[in-house]
């Protein structure tokens, strides 16, 4: 596999050719230059990374493909025998994955290590959310889950950054969360100087009343924490109509408040879950209130693991300025330092010495918390880090296993050190 550096632009000045190919979802080679399948290419404007793009076929003459002609002459770019086209699938970067890569112009094949790791992680974090969007699309419903700090619910709310038309709505589950705050109930209302009750739409279903009046828009649910209700007490019986395979008026109920519903409401006839709503649940595997989600609940969902290792890819400048500004520059500078630190620690989680499974390792919205202490000295930073952020969640998964002290100075050592300890 061949790594390349495509330049979009004709000179200073000339016209940009980028969005021809992002729209025709191809690439193009000049006389020469040949890409095979399965070649990545940077598409760069200047010396800005535009995004990335997997050769998908075998070149074709650009002649060959009339309809082109008119796009090639708005950019200026050359429709003759020496151009070839290379069906291409290409991924735009959010304007905040952009980076800079100053080489010369025209296409280049890519050597520089530091960008090679750069497209790898970029590549990690585009390829999973397209991976992550296909599932839900095909499911309707699905479940983020794994090892804490991992970035799940972060990932749930950016699935489809790029796109224009989504909505994304948010609530967090917990024990006395129930069905009136999730789908409707009664809530006290003064009239008249009088106490009364009204019939009040829950967070669901008021979402899903917006997500009917705009069919062609994407609408995520995002339940945060899902497997910390009552599943049973919050859905009742939507278990029935968020099922992938009742969507839509098809899948219309009677809700338990139904006959107070309103002549103009437009779920008076009965409720259900528009065909365009998405539902995504978090949640840790090592809670111990997994193990509560019913087997119904379960079968209406599709599961999938974002792991600690995966997890890396958050560990951007962007992010780092989210937690600390004033120290997202210093602290991204470490970022190979944390990654081994983080790496070390987490293989120590799941040695036999320690003997915990995947689940306890530790993902990287913890270690993100080092650009709160990167104005200090080095060491100094990263003992913080342990001491106020990863030393107790530590100490939790070390508890009642016997051996605890012990335990604890190993993973400290690996920490430390950045590699896991010979037993």
């Given at each position: 596999m061949n790594v390349w550096k495509l330049g979009c632009r004709w000179g200073s000045g000339k016209p940009l050719f980028y969005n021809f190919l992002v729209a025709r979802q191809v690439v193009v080679g000049w006389h020469g230059k040949?890409?095979?399948?399965?070649?990545?290419?940077?598409?760069?404007?200047?010396?800005?990374?535009?995004?990335?793009?997997?050769?998908?076929?075998?070149?074709?003459?650009?002649?060959?493909?009339?309809?082109?002609?008119?796009?090639?002459?708005?950019?200026?770019?050359?429709?003759?025998?020496?151009?070839?086209?290379?069906?291409?699938?290409?991924?735009?970067?959010?304007?905040?994955?952009?980076?800079?890569?100053?080489?010369?112009?025209?296409?280049?094949?890519?050597?520089?290590?530091?960008?090679?790791?750069?497209?790898?992680?970029?590549?990690?974090?585009?390829?999973?959310?397209?991976?992550?969007?296909?599932?839900?699309?095909?499911?309707?419903?699905?479940?983020?889950?794994?090892?804490?700090?991992?970035?799940?619910t972060y990932l749930a709310r950016h699935i489809y950054d790029g796109r224009a038309e989504y909505v994304i709505g948010f609530v967090q589950f917990h024990p006395s969360y129930d069905y009136t705050d999730f789908v409707e109930g009664l809530r006290p209302k003064e009239k008249d100087d009088q106490i009364g009750f009204e019939r009040i739409d829950g967070v669901f279903k008021a979402f899903c009343k917006e997500a009917k009046n705009h069919p062609d828009t994407i609408y995520v649910f995002i339940i945060d924490e899902?497997?910390?209700?009552?599943?049973?007490?919050?859905?009742?019986?939507?278990?029935?109509?968020?099922?992938?395979?009742?969507?839509?008026?098809?899948?219309?109920?009677?809700?338990?408040?139904?006959n107070l519903v309103k002549d103009d409401d437009v779920f008076k006839k009965g409720f259900y879950v528009p065909d365009n709503v998405y539902i995504i649940g978090t949640m840790n595997d090592?809670?111990?209130?997994?193990?509560?989600?019913?087997?119904?609940?379960?079968?209406?969902?599709?599961?999938?693991?974002?792991?600690?290792q995966e997890s890396q890819s958050m560990l951007t400048l962007e992010a780092f300025n989210d937690v600390s500004a004033k120290n997202a520059d210093k602290a991204y500078t470490e970022v190979e330092d944390i990654?081994?630190?983080?790496?070390?620690?987490?293989?120590?989680?799941?040695?036999?010495?320690?003997?915990?499974?995947?689940?306890?390792?530790?993902?990287?919205?913890?270690?993100?918390?080092?650009?709160?202490?990167?104005?200090?000295?080095?060491?100094?930073?990263?003992?913080?880090?342990?001491?106020?952020?990863?030393?107790?969640?530590?100490?939790?998964?070390?508890?009642?296993t016997g051996e605890e002290s012990s335990k604890m100075e190993r993973l400290k050592a690996a920490y430390d050190n950045g590699k896991a300890q010979n037993n």
């Amino acid at each position: 596999m061949n790594v390349w550096k495509l330049g979009c632009r004709w000179g200073s000045g000339k016209p940009l050719f980028y969005n021809f190919l992002v729209a025709r979802q191809v690439v193009v080679g000049w006389h020469g230059k040949k890409y095979k399948i399965g070649d990545w290419i940077l598409l760069t404007d200047g010396h800005t990374v535009l995004a990335f793009a997997k050769i998908l076929a075998n070149p074709k003459p650009i002649i060959d493909y009339v309809l082109f002609e008119e796009d090639c002459r708005k950019s200026e770019l050359p429709f003759n025998e020496d151009i070839d086209i290379y069906k291409a699938e290409i991924t735009p970067l959010n304007e905040c994955d952009r980076f800079l890569y100053q080489t010369q112009q025209g296409i280049i094949k890519i050597w520089n290590e530091d960008v090679l790791n750069k497209l790898e992680t970029i590549k990690l974090k585009y390829m999973r959310k397209k991976e992550i969007r296909t599932l839900l699309e095909s499911n309707k419903n699905m479940i983020l889950h794994g090892a804490p700090g991992t970035g799940k619910t972060y990932l749930a709310r950016h699935i489809y950054d790029g796109r224009a038309e989504y909505v994304i709505g948010f609530v967090q589950f917990h024990p006395s969360y129930d069905y009136t705050d999730f789908v409707e109930g009664l809530r006290p209302k003064e009239k008249d100087d009088q106490i009364g009750f009204e019939r009040i739409d829950g967070v669901f279903k008021a979402f899903c009343k917006e997500a009917k009046n705009h069919p062609d828009t994407i609408y995520v649910f995002i339940i945060d924490e899902i497997n910390r209700g009552d599943m049973s007490k919050i859905f009742g019986e939507l278990f029935f109509s968020i099922d992938p395979g009742y969507r839509g008026e098809k899948g219309q109920i009677y809700t338990q408040y139904q006959n107070l519903v309103k002549d103009d409401d437009v779920f008076k006839k009965g409720f259900y879950v528009p065909d365009n709503v998405y539902i995504i649940g978090t949640m840790n595997d090592i809670d111990r209130s997994v193990e509560s989600m019913d087997f119904a609940m379960r079968r209406r969902f599709a599961f999938m693991e974002i792991t600690a290792q995966e997890s890396q890819s958050m560990l951007t400048l962007e992010a780092f300025n989210d937690v600390s500004a004033k120290n997202a520059d210093k602290a991204y500078t470490e970022v190979e330092d944390i990654k081994g630190k983080m790496n070390a620690l987490n293989a120590e989680i799941t040695s036999t010495a320690i003997g915990l499974s995947s689940d306890y390792q530790i993902g990287a919205a913890y270690f993100l918390k080092y650009a709160l202490y990167a104005d200090q000295e080095k060491e100094q930073a990263f003992n913080s880090l342990w001491n106020n952020h990863l030393k107790s969640i530590l100490t939790e998964y070390l508890r009642g296993t016997g051996e605890e002290s012990s335990k604890m100075e190993r993973l400290k050592a690996a920490y430390d050190n950045g590699k896991a300890q010979n037993n």
